[in-house]
Nanobody, 124 residues
Framework: QVSLVESGGGLVQAGESLRLSCTPSGGTFKNWFVGWFRQAPGKDRDFVAAISWDGTSTWYSESVKGRFTIARDNDKNTVELQMNGLKPEETGVYSC?????????????????WGQGTQVTVSS
């Protein structure tokens, strides 16, 4: 079992940046695929970005391409999501999750372990 801890959320104004981090508690996820998802109140969970176990492949939702960057450092046991140019509609709880070999990076059902999430609020 992998326990995940997210950090880095907060309140920012539109156009500003945040960097989220995901780390495993008491273990490692260096062999795991890692994804970030966002859930706004009353809405479904949306895929944001994902990265392969070795960091050589990344995936992004169309809405964040060019503004968000996902990266991992397996030596430091960390996956980060750099979010630039944030928009009010991107407000929500951001959670990281791990998968072994997902059929598709954007399918939340393919992810096995999830963190509790970190709140990101973007004001207009």
């Amino acid at each position: 079992q992998v326990s995940l801890v997210e950090s880095g959320g907060g309140l920012v104004q539109a156009g500003e940046s945040l960097r989220l981090s995901c780390t495993p508690s008491g273990g490692t996820f260096k062999n795991w695929f890692v994804g970030w998802f966002r859930q706004a109140p009353g809405k479904d969970r949306d895929f944001v970005a994902a990265i392969s176990w070795d960091g050589t492949s990344t995936w992004y939702s169309e809405s964040v391409k060019g503004r968000f960057t996902i990266a991992r450092d397996n030596d430091k046991n960390t996956v980060e999501l750099q979010m630039n140019g944030l928009k009010p509609e991107e407000t929500g709880v951001y959670s990281c999750a791990t998968a072994l070999s997902p059929k598709s990076a954007d399918l939340s059902s393919e992810y096995i372990f999830w963190g509790q999430g970190t709140q990101v609020t973007v004001s207009s």
